[in-house]
């Protein structure tokens, strides 16, 4: 008995530990397992799923200290019971995820040894044989080293387990198993053998036959029976071959766009599986890395789960100067683990990945006749230009004169300067800019956000916009622009509506405001269709209703009313 018992020890010891260790090579990974079956329709315990990192942590750092403990002798009651309880409730997990067919995959042994529900049950009752010899002759797990020497090694598997989780948890798996590792193809992830397996089906047809159901077995041919057909049962006896990589797709518009970028030559891919649960602090430097690559010829695009919307606020607010793409949420979840993490791609082989920690690890390199993606010169200058359009008028909205001072000293005015005629000095750059934007409207039109970036390309917007005179000629090119999304389209709602108000027409969005000397005080200038406005205004891209913007505008007390042009007028 002491040889089986030895026997047991080494088997469910080395067993634990390795599992363990390939769990905590990916924490993370497993945690999302656990999501699985937390989730409604599995085991219902939606409450833990915040939790599910957490859980994880626990389960793989418990399961690699009890197969140290047992190797070592260690505790031998506590471990002992600790692996019949562990054992008993994942026999259990896997004979109900096998039975009802819950979790196809129960991550036993992360992505390194994929198992099916039923060789997970199999492999669980086996070990369960094993723990149960342990747990009844425990006598006979004789310890190793003494007391204090065995304390030890435990206390630095514990010390090494929370260094293990730290280093994949801020950076990615030290060993990566899916099939999204560095140095693997995608398109080649995606392809199917031409001897590869094919599912077998079988098919249950049913017919009423002289009163009675009769059920007629083929494999997928009708077959020929008399009487009247009532249905027919699908089921899937054998799999077919399943590609490692089937659920990877770039889309957007409807449109698939795998194959047009899997076929770049260097392509940076941000991924952001959710947006709702992204670290924010990782598109810092996102957006510098992605700006250096595009500076350097690289294409860069994103990939998330989320809404389109979703994607496009996180753009504007981070000023990522690429578009995203849809990919599913479990398939991105296994590219990388990071959120957001980082992909160079050569024509679909992924050669570098790296967690958003990482990014500066990323080497990008200057491509030969590779055409940059933005135009930094012309960047630079708009830059320039931006800060120009707004020098004055800082000063100008300046609450009081000590808020002044204080904001001219910042910009390095003198104090003539800034206590001179703002309004005067502000006009002569706004006059010098224009002519600058001017000469780019004629040579390339507006300079968006493919060509500059963002924010950049409201620049050249600001600059029409604070050149009321100009806004008729380049009204057009602007809705061009908006058009095409190169800019936001609430600044050409904006332009638009300055526009018709210095026309003395009605606005559409409702964005234009004035305030008379007279009776008339504050107001918001007629609108066009005013029971619609809050619709159009919502389709533009604005987030307040004319009642709240109208508030922003003019005070809390405002209280907005709608108006015609002739009551103006009066």
């Given at each position: 008995?002491?040889?089986?018992?030895?026997?047991?020890?080494?088997?469910?010891?080395?067993?634990?530990?390795?599992?363990?260790?390939?769990?905590?090579?990916?924490?993370?990974?497993?945690?999302?397992?656990?999501?699985?079956?937390?989730?409604?329709?599995?085991l219902d315990l939606e409450f833990l799923i915040p939790y599910s990192l957490l859980i994880a942590i626990f389960i793989v750092i418990f399961e690699v200290l009890l197969g140290v403990m047992l190797l070592v002798g260690y505790l031998?009651?506590?471990?002992?019971?600790?692996?019949?309880?562990?054992?008993?409730?994942?026999?259990?997990?896997?004979?109900?995820?096998?039975?009802?067919?819950?979790?196809?995959?129960?991550?036993?042994?992360?992505?390194?040894?994929?198992?099916?529900?039923?060789?997970?049950?199999?492999?669980?009752?086996?070990?369960?044989?094993?723990?149960?010899?342990?747990?009844?002759?425990?006598?006979?797990?004789?310890?190793?080293?003494?007391?204090?020497?065995?304390?030890?090694?435990?206390?630095?598997?514990?010390?090494?387990?929370?260094?293990?989780?730290?280093?994949?948890?801020?950076?990615?798996?030290?060993?990566?198993?899916?099939?999204?590792?560095?140095?693997?193809?995608?398109?080649?992830?995606?392809?199917?053998?031409?001897?590869?397996?094919?599912?077998?089906?079988?098919?249950?047809?049913?017919?009423?036959?002289?009163?009675?159901?009769?059920?007629?077995?083929?494999?997928?041919?009708?077959?020929?029976?008399?009487?009247?057909?009532?249905?027919?049962?699908?089921?899937?006896?054998?799999?077919?071959?399943?590609?490692?990589?089937?659920?990877?797709?770039?889309?957007?518009?409807?449109?698939?766009?795998?194959?047009?970028?899997?076929?770049?030559?260097?392509?940076?891919?941000?991924?952001?599986?959710?947006?709702?649960?992204?670290?924010?602090?990782?598109?810092?430097?996102?957006?510098?890395?992605?700006?250096?690559?595009?500076?350097?010829?690289?294409?860069?695009?994103?990939?998330?789960?989320?809404?389109?919307?979703?994607?496009?606020?996180?753009?504007?607010?981070?000023?990522?100067?690429?578009?995203?793409?849809?990919?599913?949420?479990?398939?991105?979840?296994?590219?990388?683990?990071?959120?957001?993490?980082?992909?160079?791609?050569?024509?679909?082989?992924?050669?570098?990945?790296?967690?958003?920690?990482?990014?500066?690890?990323?080497?990008?390199?200057?491509?030969?006749?590779?055409?940059?993606?933005?135009?930094?010169?012309?960047?630079?200058?708009?830059?320039?230009?931006?800060?120009?359009?707004?020098?004055?008028?800082?000063?100008?909205?300046?609450?009081?004169?000590?808020?002044?001072?204080?904001?001219?000293?910042?910009?390095?005015?003198?104090?003539?300067?800034?206590?001179?005629?703002?309004?005067?000095?502000?006009?002569?750059?706004?006059?010098?800019?224009?002519?600058?934007?001017?000469?780019?409207?004629?040579?390339?039109?507006?300079?968006?956000?493919?060509?500059?970036?963002?924010?950049?390309?409201?620049?050249?917007?600001?600059?029409?916009?604070?050149?009321?005179?100009?806004?008729?000629?380049?009204?057009?090119?602007?809705?061009?622009?908006?058009?095409?999304?190169?800019?936001?389209?609430?600044?050409?709602?904006?332009?638009?509506?300055?526009?018709?108000?210095?026309?003395?027409?009605?606005?559409?969005?409702?964005?234009?405001?004035?305030?008379?000397?007279?009776?008339?005080?504050?107001?918001?200038?007629?609108?066009?269709?005013?029971?619609?406005?809050?619709?159009?205004?919502?389709?533009?891209?604005?987030?307040?209703?004319?009642?709240?913007?109208?508030?922003?505008?003019?005070?809390?007390?405002?209280?907005?009313?709608?108006?015609?042009?002739?009551?103006?007028?009066?």
């Amino acid at each position: 008995m002491k040889i089986l018992v030895g026997i047991s020890r080494i088997v469910v010891g080395i067993l634990f530990i390795f599992s363990g260790l390939i769990k905590l090579n990916d924490p993370i990974g497993f945690s999302f397992k656990l999501q699985d079956y937390f989730a409604p329709g599995v085991l219902d315990l939606e409450f833990l799923i915040p939790y599910s990192l957490l859980i994880a942590i626990f389960i793989v750092i418990f399961e690699v200290l009890l197969g140290v403990m047992l190797l070592v002798g260690y505790l031998r009651k506590f471990t002992v019971w600790s692996l019949l309880l562990m054992i008993v409730f994942f026999t259990f997990l896997t004979f109900y995820s096998a039975y009802f067919n819950k979790v196809t995959d129960c991550g036993c042994f992360g992505d390194a040894i994929k198992l099916t529900p039923w060789e997970s049950f199999t492999k669980d009752v086996i070990l369960l044989v094993f723990i149960l010899i342990l747990f009844i002759w425990s006598k006979h797990i004789t310890p190793f080293f003494t007391r204090n020497i065995r304390s030890l090694i435990i206390f630095i598997g514990f010390i090494a387990c929370l260094g293990i989780t730290y280093h994949v948890l801020m950076h990615l798996p030290i060993i990566d198993f899916r099939p999204y590792k560095i140095g693997a193809n995608i398109q080649e992830g995606m392809s199917i053998p031409n001897d590869a397996q094919k599912p077998v089906y079988q098919y249950d047809w049913k017919f009423k036959v002289d009163g009675e159901e009769k059920i007629v077995t083929t494999k997928g041919d009708y077959p020929t029976q008399k009487g009247e057909f009532l249905g027919v049962e699908t089921t899937e006896i054998q799999a077919g071959y399943v590609p490692p990589i089937h659920d990877f797709t770039i889309e957007r518009d409807g449109q698939n766009y795998v194959d047009k970028f899997l076929n770049e030559e260097n392509l940076i891919v941000v991924v952001a599986y959710n947006l709702t649960k992204s670290e924010k602090d990782g598109f810092f430097p996102v957006s510098d890395i992605t700006n250096e690559a595009l500076k350097k010829g690289y294409k860069v695009i994103g990939l998330s789960a989320s809404s389109k919307e979703r994607t496009q606020t996180l753009a504007d607010r981070y000023k990522l100067n690429f578009d995203f793409y849809f990919c599913d949420e479990t398939t991105l979840k296994t590219i990388v683990r990071s959120n957001p993490g980082v992909l160079h791609l050569q024509n679909g082989t992924i050669k570098q990945k790296v967690h958003w920690n990482d990014i500066n690890t990323l080497k990008l390199q200057e491509l030969d006749g590779a055409i940059p993606q933005l135009d930094f010169n012309l960047k630079k200058r708009l830059d320039s230009i931006g800060v120009l359009d707004q020098r004055y008028r800082k000063l100008m909205q300046a609450k009081d004169a000590e808020t002044r001072a204080t904001l001219g000293e910042e910009m390095g005015l003198t104090p003539e300067e800034y206590n001179g005629d703002l309004w005067a000095m502000q006009t002569v750059l706004d006059s010098s800019n224009m002519l600058f934007v001017e000469k780019v409207f004629k040579n390339m039109g507006y300079p968006g956000k493919t060509t500059v970036g963002e924010p950049t390309n409201t620049v050249a917007w600001y600059v029409v916009q604070h050149n009321p005179d100009k806004i008729p000629e380049y009204l057009p090119l602007i809705k061009e622009a908006g058009k095409n999304k190169e800019i936001p389209f609430r600044l050409v709602a904006m332009m638009e509506d300055r526009y018709l108000m210095n026309q003395g027409k009605p606005q559409i969005y409702g964005t234009q405001g004035r305030t008379y000397d007279d009776e008339r005080g504050n107001l918001i200038w007629p609108i066009e269709n005013p029971e619609t406005v809050n619709e159009r205004r919502k389709e533009a891209g604005f987030d307040q209703t004319i009642e709240e913007y109208a508030k922003v505008l003019f005070g809390d007390d405002f209280e907005y009313k709608a108006l015609t042009i002739e009551a103006v007028k009066e």
